[in-house]
């Protein structure tokens, strides 16, 4: 992968781990794979932060943070790979795990679904507490859902990295050795 590319915009670990808030937590955030960026870590940070990022609430970097440390994948990847979550695509997130739930549970046509709640931007702490109560009123379907959606876009997200991955280093493998039988020989 351009692993220049995006060594330019991750965080340097050794200026990370001398914050006073991060030096809290000690050797625990040490481990080499938690911030290099090679197939394996980078695979796993993205499966953890898709994991998390269907994680209700406030606490998706948090749990992908305490996913990440433990696992020895990728910190920075887990974290930023939870962003796919965000305002305008949770709802639409939730009804497909509501979905997915129901198809698991076998109540496939038989849910009905309350249409989900506008977000007023103006009322901000209102819209959120009503999607709170529309999202609890989808029940088990929608916490199968949510478990099973978030397993398989980790599974999905860490295969596909390996893929690239993979493809990514045939190509290169190609164009060197299609340079090197051009090159002049002497």
Known sequence: MPRKYFRKYLPDAAKVRSYRIVAVFGSLLHHPNLWHLNRESVAGGVAIGLFAGLVPGPLQMLTAALLAV???RNLPVAL???????PLTIVPLYLL????????LGAGGQARIARPPDLDWTQ??????TLVHWSLSLG?????GLVALACTLAALGYF???????????????AR??????????
Do not use: D, M, Q
């Not at 795990?97 to 698991?104: F, H, I, M, R, V």
């Not at 050795?177 to 002497?186: I, Y």
């Open 177 to 186: 050795r299609h340079a090197r039988r051009k090159e002049p020989r002497t």
């Open 140 to 144: 088990k379907p929608l916490a199968v």
């Open 124 to 129: 901000l702490a209102a819209s959120v507490h």
């Open 70 to 72: 433990p696992l020895h």
């Open 160 to 174: 596909s990295v390996h893929l690239a991955w993979r493809c990514y280093v045939v190509l290169a493998w190609r």
């Open 80 to 86: 930023v790979t939870t962003f796919y979550t965000n």
């Open 97 to 104: 795990a509501y979905e997915y739930g129901a198809l698991l």
